[in-house]
Every structure is written in C-alpha cells, then in structure tokens.
C-alpha cells in the first residue's frame, strides 16, 4: 500500500531534550515536506526537500533540523525542543514539488 | 506574499443540501491549487488538484473550479451526507517557488442527518 508514515505517532518530552521524528514513504517521491499546525495558524511549512541531499526551509524552520540522506526518509530533528513546539506535525510528499502531496498520519509532540 | 484565504470558517447544512467552499489567494501566479479534507486528528487526504490550465476538475461528488484571474476557487460538494463532515483545506504553491505550499486556514463543514 502506498503511503506517509510517521513514527512516533504522540510524545511528551521534556525541554531541551533532543528528538526526532521519523518520515518514510514507499511511493519513490522526490519530494518531501515537514508540516506544523497550530489552533488558529493553521498548517504552515517548516522544511521541504527536493530531492537527495536538498533541503530548504520552508516559512517556519526556526528550531528544527532535516536531513535527506536517502529518498525515502526525511526526519525531523528538534535539538533543543521548547514548548512552543508543541503542536500536530505533518509529513508528506510527492512526485515533485508540484504536484499532488500526501500526507502522513501525524504525530502530536508536546513539550512540557 | 501569497496569502490564501477560506471564508467561511465554519459551515452547518442538513444532509442533502448542496454546498459550495470558497477559496482565495492573493496573487494569481499558481502552479496548481489542492483541495484537502481533513478529519478531527488525522491527516490530510487530497481530494482534487486543479492545474493552473485548467478550469474545473471533478471526482465523484465533488467538483472544483480555479478562476486564476480572479484569485478564486470553489469547492462544489452535491448531496451532502453526514460522512462528509470534516474540515477542508485548500492550498497553492507559488509559481516561482517550488516546493512551498501556502494553506488556507480550512472550513469546518458539519453535515446534519
């Protein structure tokens, strides 16, 4: 089956503690994108890559790190959370940056 | 900067009516504009993407419309059911931008059996 998985699915972390959620999708996409979404902000973009070892920041990047080692997994790598990560994180991709995005299931961090 | 916007924010009909969303962006440089429904605390499902060419688009139910010179698009949902209450997005990336994609902030439909 063709998917965006996510893993974990919901954490609770403590401040400052590093971690990293992982992205993987099975449908050979060159394309993939972090996603946030917050109570009345909506869902806004953190980093994005193009392909291997191309990454860019998306419009909210402060405070995370990515990596595209290989095509199929784009983590996402908070070094020192602080609660004002708390939020619903999304993943997904797509056969480029211009066509039709799938997203992963979520994973609800929160940062006490 | 684009900005896209979705007016109502929330929306309430009875089973069966016919419904339209509404989406606007600012700036009509788009590549192509995606309709997404989202479920309380899941992700999102693509619905339709309407390629900046084309002028209408349509799966099952739904169909949706891009007026690029006007910065709008419409989401047409025929004979609404209970199953199709959700929230939906809409969102472009912009034509000299790939990668970004810029998301309205979503309508929250509620269809009442």
């Known amino acids: 089956e063709a998917q965006v998985t996510q893993n974990p699915r919901y954490l609770i972390t403590v401040t400052g503690k590093k971690l990293t959620v992982t992205c993987s999708q099975n449908m050979n996409h060159e394309y993939m994108s972090w996603y946030r979404q917050d109570p009345g902000l909506g869902l806004r973009q953190i980093y994005y890559s193009m392909n291997v070892e191309v990454t860019d920041k998306g419009d909210v990047p402060e405070g995370y790190k990515v990596s595209r080692k290989e095509k199929r997994n784009f983590p996402l790598i908070l070094e020192s959370p602080s609660p004002n990560q708390t939020s619903l994180y999304f993943c997904?991709?797509?056969?480029?940056?211009?066509?039709?995005?799938?997203f992963g299931p979520g994973t609800r961090l929160t940062v006490l | 900067k684009q900005e896209v916007t979705q007016i109502p924010a929330a929306l309430s009909v009875p089973e069966g009516e016919n419904l339209v969303l509404n989406c606007s962006f600012t700036?009509?440089?788009?590549?192509?504009l995606q309709w997404f429904r989202q479920d309380p605390g899941k992700g999102l499902t693509s619905l339709l993407l309407i390629q900046s060419s084309q002028r209408e688009q349509t799966s099952g139910r739904l169909n949706a419309s891009l007026d690029k010179s006007s910065g709008r698009s419409t989401l047409y949902i025929a004979a609404s059911q209970p199953g199709d209450s959700a929230t939906y997005l809409c969102?472009?990336?912009?034509?000299?931008?790939?990668?970004?994609?810029?998301f309205g902030q979503g309508t929250e439909l509620s269809v009442k059996p």
């Open positions: 997904a991709s797509s056969v480029s940056g211009y066509n039709e995005q799938f």
């Open positions: 700036d009509s440089a788009i590549y192509n």
């Open positions: 969102a472009v990336p912009p034509w000299n931008q790939g990668g970004k994609l810029i």
